[in-house]
T-cell receptor, first 117, second 112 residues
């Protein structure tokens, strides 16, 4: 249980275009979703926390107008990279916290490799 | 500032030996600590969680210890196999619904 499905797994886009990444919780309700970015050989860096039905909270240094997060339902959160540039090329991963029969944990999507050319 | 350090970027060991990975943290009071496995191009996969009031947790060939005085966790893989080769990440959370904060990871290579 507690599966998050993330799509697409990889995307190549032209500089200046926008890309949307989706994360769906398949068998639980994700009231809170976390978005991370990971550069090669680096740790996962938290970008933002989104709660269903409210505005996302962004970490310091992350531009909220560039990385649009929508968490309109309990099973879907999206991250849109607007006007993408080559420096936005990275591995983006979503995560959700869950509670299931007294068990609490975090589950992760499989990640999206974004390459901006 | 808060910091999580994993002792080495890469670790090579012989098949059958025990791999020991270290995670140290400063300026944190974590409610619990977790270990994840990450394969190239994939998201992290949960392995083990240990709470602040627990000293040790085991799951099959995996063992985690947690010393809140030393602010350190050790992650052991016994009887290691080439299939255990991956990056292992240590992560902390202060409460149940706060985001996990990750270390950089240790890339483990088990050589046959």
């Amino acid at each position: 249980g507690a599966v998050v499905s993330q799509h697409p797994s990889w995307v190549i886009c032209k500089s200046g275009t926008s890309v949307k990444i989706e994360c769906r919780s398949l068998d639980f309700q994700a009231t809170t979703m976390f978005w991370y970015r990971q550069f090669p050989k680096q740790s996962l860096m938290l970008m933002a926390t989104s709660n269903e039905g409210s505005k996302a909270t962004y970490e310091q240094g992350v531009e909220k107008d560039k990385f649009l997060i929508n968490h309109a339902s309990l099973t879907l959160s999206t991250l849109t990279v607007t006007s993408a540039h080559p420096e936005d090329s990275s591995f983006y991963i979503c995560s959700a916290s869950f509670r299931d029969r007294g068990r609490h944990g975090y589950t992760f999507g499989s990640g999206t490799r974004l390459t901006v050319v | 500032s808060q910091k999580i350090e994993q002792n080495s970027e890469a670790l090579n060991i012989q098949e059958g030996k025990t791999a020991t990975l270290t995670c140290n943290y400063t300026n944190y009071s974590p409610a619990y600590l977790q270990w994840y496995r990450q394969d190239p191009g994939r998201g992290p996969v949960f392995l083990l969680l240990i709470r602040e009031n627990e000293k040790e947790k085991r799951k099959e060939r995996l063992k985690v210890t947690f010393d809140t005085t030393l602010k350190q966790s050790l992650f052991h893989i016994t009887a290691s196999q080439p299939a255990d080769s991956a990056t292992y990440l240590c992560a902390l959370a202060t409460t149940g619904n706060t985001p996990l904060v990750f270390g950089k990871g240790t890339r483990l290579s088990v050589i046959a």
